[in-house]
C-alpha cells in the first residue's frame, strides 16, 4: 500500500509538471501566431497610400491585401478619433476600445476576444500603428472571427483525453472544444456556470499564480488544469 501511494504522488507529480510545462509551451506558440499575423499587418500599414491617412488610396490597397490575406475577415483604418472603415463596408468607432488607444500609443496588440461593435459577433482585432515619420496618424484592422482562438487550442492538450481551453482574466472563455462555451462568453466564475468549479478551483489557488488546480465538473470526475 505505502509502495502504491508513493508511486501515485510520484506520477502526479511528474503530469502536474508536465501540465505546467505543456502550459507555457502553448502560451508561447500562441504567441508566435500572433506575432506572424501582426508582421503582415505592420508590413502592410508600413505603405506610403495608407500614411497618407486618404480612405479611397487605403481602401484599393486593403481589399488587395484582403484578398490575399485570407486569416481576415476585413481590414480597416481608424483615425485619431477612433472612426474606422473597413474593406466590408462597415464602420463604427473604436475609440474607446484599448487595443485601438495601445496602437495609437505607438504598440502592435491583439485584443482578447470582444463582442464586435460592428455586427455584435465575437471577434479577435488585431491593431498596428500607421506612422508618418515619427507620428501615428492612424491604426490599421484587422478582424478575425473570435473563433479562430479554438481551432488554434483544438491542436493543443495532455495526453490521450486532454484538450486545452483560454479563459480570460474576468473568467471569460476565449477558447473551447465546445464553441457554443465560446460563444455563449460563459465565466467561470459565474455561479450559474457549469464550469464555476473551476472558478472556485482557481479561486482557492489565487488568481495570478502558476500551479495546477483540480476541480470536477459534476459528474465524479477529478480533472487537472
Do not use: C
Not at 45 to 57: I, N, S, T
Not at 198 to 211: I, K, N
Amino acid at each position: 500500500v505505502v509502495a502504491y501511494i508513493n508511486g501515485a504522488a510520484a506520477v502526479r507529480e511528474q503530469v502536474e509538471e508536465a501540465l505546467q510545462m505543456q502550459a507555457v509551451q502553448a502560451s508561447e506558440y500562441l504567441e508566435a501566431r500572433f506575432a506572424v499575423h501582426l508582421s503582415v499587418l505592420e508590413s502592410i500599414a508600413a505603405r506610403p497610400e495608407l500614411a497618407g491617412m486618404d480612405w479611397a488610396a487605403q481602401e484599393a490597397v486593403l481589399r488587395l491585401e484582403t484578398e490575399r490575406t485570407s486569416q481576415f475577415l476585413a481590414l480597416g483604418v481608424a483615425d485619431p478619433s477612433g472612426a474606422a472603415r473597413y474593406t466590408d463596408g462597415t464602420s463604427a468607432n473604436i475609440g474607446g476600445r484599448t487595443h485601438f488607444q495601445k496602437a495609437m500609443a505607438g504598440q502592435s496588440v491583439v485584443s482578447d476576444v470582444i463582442v464586435s461593435i460592428v455586427d455584435s459577433s465575437l471577434v479577435l482585432i488585431y491593431a498596428v500603428p500607421i506612422r508618418s515619420g515619427d507620428q501615428v496618424v492612424g491604426v490599421l484592422v484587422g478582424r478575425r472571427d473570435g473563433r479562430v482562438l479554438s481551432d488554434i487550442t483544438d491542436e493543443l492538450g495532455f495526453g490521450e483525453h486532454g484538450w486545452a481551453y483560454i479563459v480570460g482574466q474576468d473568467g471569460t472563455f476565449f477558447a473551447h472544444s465546445d464553441r457554443t462555451v465560446v460563444l455563449q462568453q460563459d465565466n467561470i466564475f459565474d455561479a450559474a456556470s457549469p464550469f464555476y468549479a473551476v472558478g472556485e478551483a482557481v479561486q482557492r489557488h489565487g488568481l495570478g499564480r502558476v500551479g495546477v488546480i483540480r476541480y470536477d465538473l459534476g459528474d465524479g470526475l477529478t480533472r487537472m488544469a
